[in-house]
């Protein structure tokens, strides 16, 4: 689904990711563990197509796509989403409003029709309540006022309605209590399929105990040094990142 | 009457002839322009809210020497040099050049336009009828300037009188100059007898790369004065310029402050306070001017009047087409105690480029009776937390003066002046 | 963001976009051009004026002569020649159209392109329970065409164009006209006064809820002419009315005036609602032709309680020179002011507001969202006055400014007086660029980067929005979204 080759990445005059390969096939959960400027949001954040990063080389494929030629919003109408670390709040745009514009953005990119209120209106509440989001919450703005832990779960029941083929989940356990955490997880795990994928990125193995990877790999200044199964994350968890690399 | 002003200043420029090397071509200039336009107009946007009437009623007399000495307030705390200028003419004897001479030049403005006459004016820039009168009878003035490197701890403080000076005028002219990286902190102070004065000034300041100029103006003129004061700073990258001047005296007060950020990561400090009394205009007009990228800008003015005391504000922030990444903030606050008091503001913004941060925020209304109850509540007299409530509000502006004996001195003189006005507070508390 | 060449080509789609700028062929009347005592007897003569009416706009046009045009305003433009410009035309009529099967069915055409649904208004008419609009459309310089004119007669209401108040009411007219704005107010009342050629008039009378919402919708049409429409709206003791107004003007590219005046006057406990969607033609890209409009708005709140209500989304014209204002003259009386302009290309806007706070217990509101984007200059003014009689007065003011290109200017002009110490006046300004992390943000779930952008400036007006009537507060929000096209850059 997702393959990455060699991948460099620069701000400015400065190397971020140097060199960094990755495959992530359908039905599979992976994990990318590092620590602060390792260059993992720097990644999650190319791969979702912010122009604040300079691919120098390398390539990224979705789907058999060359991604790196799509705007952000055609990756995401071929079926990428990005869980942001820190979202955005935007005043003035319900939430209601900014998922629904979303979904038939995404449709339209598809050659689909849009959906109907109704039909739509259904489908946010059903996906809010699984989430034990309070539907209240949809009429507000995007995020504004929203607690660390209300955004992640907003994130994840936009995440829900768009149904991507890949998630890449940039440190979306960042600032949970341990309820928001499980919510969260269930989120997650819900949007596991034999035909999505999704791509963890954590500082911390706490998460993982909730949504068990198939693969984890360890980040470390720009490149991944290691990879391996759900036990790597204990490793690390117990010995630091130095004596596993 | 423009024609009285102008002939009357005109033979006082003339009769100024050769007492400043070098400055005579420019001195005609400036009286040819003022011949043309005069004090501002009633209605020139700038002087909205001022009133220019004593200076266009006559022409004011060159100052004479007072014929006693006047007395010499105390220093406030350490000082690097202490510059005494009575009447509009520097003071030898009054002043104390301690160890300044050692670290920086020193020099009467007399002996600095010789050299670089047209590179000393300038930084007056947009000049009215009233810089313009400064330069036409520029006689006076310090020149101070900070080699780069040179660090002066100790505040320079210079001190204006004047006495027995009634419908005369002192046009005085400053000139600061820091190399890179120098440091130096001045402390303005000016006080007067209740003579009808002017006391006209200019200060002009240059802050090279990476310089510091921290600068403090104490404003006590008496009632009787018209007290004009502009203020030029051009700021250099990474330089740093900070200046609050506070207002208490003089029947007819206008600062001005005028700073350009040259450079990038220059950054303003642009504070104010003003106690206006009865009958008093105190009038502020700001301009930061952000020229280039990466600069900052931050102003608090505080104004509260009392009784037919009138304040007013008139801050502009200018952002240029390629200045992009400034932050400019900006926060004016009035207190007014009294039907008969008035408060005006102009919080202006013109921005030209994009990506930008800039705000202002403006309040005007009374002390909160609410939290005045509070405290007598706690056993504190109403006067004590009129007071109280006073100094907190104008806390902002003076927790950012960085010397203490100075902030302390600012702090003291708004609770003397609050308690100045506790006769008539209490008998408002009462009937309320 | 992406590159500015492509930033630009969509703007150059964009500015051939102006969906209202199609010429309607019909016969004219005009009056001679240029501007004289003659033109003026011409005009009154021609709507069949009594001669107090004629005095009244010869004494304006006598004053008009000797005053001189503002130039306070951050707006530039080429001194505009009054001579070169008719000052009358209208389609010319049989006998004046008694119902709009009379109307030249060009004209009514033409409302149906600019999606005014007289007909079906009228249609509807029958119909119990729907929403009702009553239109008048003023077309060049006379109103055609007053719908639903019988239903609000039965109420009380009165709803008609100025020249007939003027045959109908002249008492009325008399007592309020130049009440509010006085004939000397401005250069550009002055003139109004003299050479204005329609517009509507309305009454509610006291305890009256006008039971529907009235719209004027304004079109100027034939070329060289200027726009000179006169608003006049009375609510007597107790009594509601909301009242719309929009405005288009086909593309030319001569720049044409439009100097209109409307005079708001709510007496005690009444309340008047006023809602502009303007969106003349803004002028091309290289910002050729497009209407300079100069218009004097204003509202005395008399009464005791009394409530004017500002709504305004301004996103046409080439020029903007415009503050609705509300002079609180009744106790406890209320003024707001909500307000979204938006200027693109070479647009220049200089509006705001004044509140003039004269009664104790007086309060006032003041939002306004400028959108500031291509080559354009968006300038919001505004005044806060407080006088010494004036106790407790509150008003609380926010002005943001959104800049969406690198190459515009905004500004913020504030005015605030103060004469009574119980007055609680704060204001609020922030001048920031279009959010990068917002527009990520939204892309990263699927919007295109102009979806984005509209969404966003929507976002950024909501408080605006959600002051206008249902009915505009689409069409206003589709009309934000069409004038910043393209202009992320």
Request: contains cysteine; negative net charge.
């Amino acid at each position: 689904m997702l393959k990455i080759n060699d991948l460099h990445i620069s701000v400015g005059d400065k190397e971020i990711v140097k060199g960094l390969s990755l495959e992530i096939k359908p039905g599979e959960t992976h994990a990318i563990m590092g620590l602060n400027g390792a260059g993992k949001s720097t990644l999650a954040a190319t791969i979702a197509g912010r122009d604040d990063y300079d691919v120098t080389s390398g390539s990224i494929e979705f789907e058999g796509k060359d991604l790196l030629e799509l705007e952000p919003h055609e990756r995401v109408g071929e079926g990428l989403f990005l869980g942001f670390q820190y979202p955005v709040e935007i005043p003035g745009v319900s939430n209601l409003n900014f998922l629904r514009t979303a979904l038939n953005s995404i449709r339209k990119y598809r050659g689909l029709d849009e959906m109907s209120a109704a039909e739509f209106m259904k489908l946010v509440r059903e996906k809010a309540k699984a989430l034990n989001m309070d539907p209240e919450m949809l009429k507000r703005f995007v995020n504004v006022g929203f607690s660390g832990g209300e955004k992640k779960r907003n994130e994840m029941v936009q995440m829900a309605v768009l149904d991507p083929k890949l998630a890449i989940l940039d440190e979306t356990d960042s600032g949970l209590d341990i309820d928001a955490l499980k919510t969260v997880a269930e989120g997650i795990n819900a949007q596991r399929r034999d035909d999505t994928a999704i791509l963890l990125i954590t500082h911390y193995q706490r998460l993982l105990s909730y949504v068990q990877p198939d693969v984890v790999h360890v980040m470390i200044d720009g490149r991944i040094v290691k990879s391996g199964g759900k036990e790597l994350a204990l490793e690390l968890e117990e010995k630091g990142y130095a004596d596993v690399a | 009457m423009q024609d009285d002003l102008t002939t009357g200043y005109s033979a006082q420029s003339a009769a100024l002839k050769g007492t400043v090397p070098g400055a005579d071509a420019l001195r005609a200039k400036a009286m040819t322009d003022f011949g043309a336009q005069g004090f501002p107009h009633a209605k020139a946007e700038d002087w909205r809210y001022s009133d220019l009437k004593a200076l266009r009623a006559g022409v004011y007399a060159p100052v004479d020497a007072p014929k006693v000495a006047p007395e010499v307030p105390a220093a406030m705390g350490e000082s690097a040099a202490r510059f005494v200028f009575v009447n509009g003419r520097y003071a030898e004897d009054l002043s104390d050049l301690g160890d300044l001479w050692q670290a920086a030049s020193i020099r009467p403005i007399a002996n600095h336009f010789s050299s670089s006459s047209a590179r000393t004016d300038e930084l007056v820039r947009g000049k009215d009828g009233i810089a313009l009168l400064n330069t036409a009878l520029l006689r006076d003035g310090m020149v101070i300037s900070v080699p780069a490197g040179v660090e002066i701890d100790d505040p320079v403080e210079i001190v204006h009188i004047m006495t027995e000076a009634a419908g005369q005028a002192a046009h005085l002219r400053h000139v600061i100059e820091l190399g890179e990286g120098a440091k130096l902190t001045v402390l303005e102070r000016f006080i007067g007898d209740d003579s009808a004065y002017w006391q006209n000034i200019i200060l002009q300041a240059r802050v090279a790369e990476g310089a510091s100029f921290s600068h403090f103006r104490l404003q006590e003129e008496g009632l009787g004065a018209v007290h004009t004061a502009k203020v030029y700073v051009n700021v250099d990258a990474s330089g740093q310029y900070h200046v609050m001047n506070m207002t208490m005296g003089a029947k007819m007060a206008r600062f001005e402050a005028h700073v350009r950020m040259l450079g990038e990561e220059a950054d303003a400090t642009v504070d104010g306070v003003a106690l206006t009394g009865t009958g008093q205009v105190h009038d502020t007009l700001t301009h930061v001017d952000h020229v280039v990228p990466f600069a900052t800008s931050d102003q608090i003015f505080r104004t509260v009047a009392d009784a037919r005391g009138k304040t007013a504000f008139a801050g502009k922030v200018t952002v240029a087409k390629d200045a992009q990444k400034t932050a400019a903030d900006q926060s004016f606050k009035a207190l007014v105690f009294d039907r008969t008091a008035e408060a005006n503001a102009k919080p202006e913004l013109e921005i030209f480029a994009d990506d930008v941060k800039c705000s202002h925020g403006a309040t005007i209304g009374e002390l909160d009776a609410k939290a005045i109850f509070y405290l007598t509540s706690r056993g504190i007299d109403p006067v004590t937390a009129r007071r109280m409530l006073v100094e907190a509000f104008t806390a902002g502006a003076l927790e950012r003066v960085t010397v203490d004996s100075i902030r302390d001195a600012m702090m003291e003189r708004i609770g003397t002046w609050m308690s100045s006005r506790a006769d008539r507070t209490v008998a408002e508390v009462q009937e309320a | 963001m992406a590159g500015t060449a492509e930033a630009q080509k969509q703007i150059a789609e964009v500015t051939g976009d102006y969906k209202y700028g199609f010429v309607t062929d019909i016969d004219m009347d005009m009056a001679p051009k240029g501007l004289s005592e003659e033109v003026i007897r011409f005009i009154s003569a021609k709507k069949e004026e009594p001669e107090w009416m004629l005095e009244w706009r010869l004494k304006a046009y006598a004053m008009w002569l000797k005053m001189e045009e503002p130039d306070w305003a951050k707006v530039s433009f080429p001194k505009i020649d009054y001579q070169d410009a008719y000052y009358f035309a209208a389609p010319k009529k049989k006998d004046g159209p008694k119902s709009l099967d009379e109307v030249d069915p060009e004209l009514l055409a033409t409302y149906e392109k600019l999606g005014i649904p007289i007909r079906e208004q009228e249609v509807l008419a029958g119909v119990q329970g729907s929403a009702k609009v009553a239109v008048d459309a003023v077309f060049d310089s006379v109103s055609v065409a007053t719908t639903f004119r019988e239903e609000l007669k039965k109420a009380g209401v009165i709803f008609m164009s100025i020249s007939e108040a003027i045959r109908e009411y002249p008492d009325m007219v008399k007592k309020y006209l130049a009440s509010v704005v006085p004939v000397r107010d401005n250069y550009f009342a002055a003139l109004n006064c003299a050479v204005f050629t329609d517009g509507t008039f309305v009454y509610v009378p006291k305890g009256v809820r006008c039971p529907m919402e009235l719209s004027t919708y304004f079109r100027i049409n034939a070329e060289n002419t200027g726009q000179f429409e006169r608003t006049l709206i009375v609510a007597d003791e107790g009594s509601y009315v909301s009242y719309l107004e929009g405005c288009t003007a086909p593309m030319r590219d001569e720049n044409q005036l439009h100097a209109a005046v409307v005079e708001l006057v709510a007496l005690d406990d009444a309340e008047i609602k006023y809602s502009t969607v303007q969106n003349w033609y803004p002028g091309d890209k290289n910002g050729k032709g497009g209407i300079y409009n100069f218009v004097t708005k204003r509202a005395l709140c008399k009464g005791k309680n009394s409530k004017v209500s500002w709504t305004q989304v301004e996103t046409g014209s080439a020029v903007t020179w415009k503050y609705p204002s509300c002079v609180l003259a009744g106790e406890g009386s209320v003024g707001e002011f909500y307000s979204v302009a938006v200027t693109n290309n070479y647009q220049q806007a200089d509006t705001g507001t004044k509140m003039i706070h004269m009664a104790p217990n007086t309060r006032s509101t003041i939002i306004s969202k400028g959108i500031s984007a291509g080559k354009s200059q968006n300038t919001y003014r505004g005044l806060v006055k407080v006088l010494s009689g004036a106790e407790n007065v509150r008003n609380y003011t926010q002005c943001d400014s959104l800049l969406v290109s690198s190459e515009c200017g905004a500004h913020t002009v504030p005015y605030i007086e103060v004469k009574n110490p119980t007055a609680q006046i704060e204001h609020e300004a922030t001048t920031s660029k279009i959010s990068e992390d917002q527009l990520f943000y939204c892309r990263a779930r699927g919007l295109g980067e102009e979806e984005a952008v509209a969404m966003i400036v929507n976002g950024f007006c909501k408080e605006v929005m959600q002051h206008l009537p249902m009915e505009f507060a689409v069409e206003a929000q589709k009309l934000l979204g069409i004038s910043l096209e393209g202009s992320v850059g």
